[in-house]
Structure formats: structure tokens, C-alpha cells
């Protein structure tokens, strides 16, 4: 079992930017996916960046630009650099770490317990 903490969420003005970790509790190197979510008020959880265990990154088209996720293996951690920040960007993050099979069978999904950003106008 691996334990996902996030941490450096709060409370940031309209542009400006706010880097969020996840630290897991074992090791990262073996994960296939390694993921960002979001999920508003009243809103579906979305998936906001993504990087594989190649090194391929994928972006929500509304971060594109803003947001850079990368990975860190020897410390065994994963952070969002957020820039040009907006209000819309306010919501709870989560972190989520998945491992497949070669078949692409899901054999472990990881999830942090989320971290609140803020963005105020």
C-alpha cells in the first residue's frame, strides 16, 4: 500500500503561482501514470496533467501553457507548478498514481487526500 500527501495549496491572487507536491510513501518508479485531478464545487473531478512513466505529458486544454507536472523518482514525488493562475483554476487537487499490467490491466490507484488552491479575483 502506498500513501499519496499532497501539500502547498492556499490562497494565491489572480496570476500569480503556487507549487503543489505529492509525496508517496514508497516508490514512484514503478507507476505507469502518474496524474493531477481537480474538482470544483458542484463540479465532476477532472484531470488536469499527466506523465507517463516514458516521460509523455498531457495537459487539459485550460491549463495548457500554465501548468507543468513532473516527477521526481529519487525523492519519490510529484509536483504541479501552477503559473498565471486564475479563479476558475480554484478547487481541490488531488494526486493519483496508477500501475498497470502489460495487458493494461489496473493493478494499483493511488489517490492523495487533496489539497484546497484558492485563486481570488
Known amino acids: 500500500q502506498v500513501q499519496l500527501v499532497e501539500s502547498g495549496g492556499g490562497l494565491v491572487q489572480a496570476g500569480g503561482s503556487l507549487t503543489l507536491s505529492c509525496a508517496a510513501s514508497?516508490?514512484?518508479?514503478?507507476?505507469?501514470?502518474i496524474g493531477w485531478y481537480r474538482q470544483a464545487p458542484g463540479k465532476q473531478r477532472e484531470l488536469v496533467a499527466s506523465?507517463?512513466?516514458?516521460?509523455?505529458?498531457n495537459y487539459a486544454d485550460s491549463v495548457k501553457g500554465r501548468f507543468t507536472i513532473s516527477r521526481d523518482n529519487a525523492k519519490n514525488t510529484m509536483y504541479l507548478q501552477m503559473n498565471s493562475l486564475k479563479p476558475e483554476d480554484t478547487a481541490v487537487y488531488y494526486c493519483?498514481?496508477?500501475?498497470?499490467?502489460?495487458?493494461?490491466?489496473?493493478?494499483?490507484?493511488?489517490w492523495g487526500q487533496g489539497t484546497q488552491v484558492t485563486v481570488s479575483s
Open positions: 514508497g516508490s514512484t518508479s514503478s507507476f505507469n501514470f
Open positions: 506523465i507517463s512513466s516514458g516521460g509523455s505529458r
Open positions: 493519483n498514481a496508477k500501475k498497470y499490467t502489460n495487458w493494461g490491466t489496473l493493478i494499483y490507484d493511488y
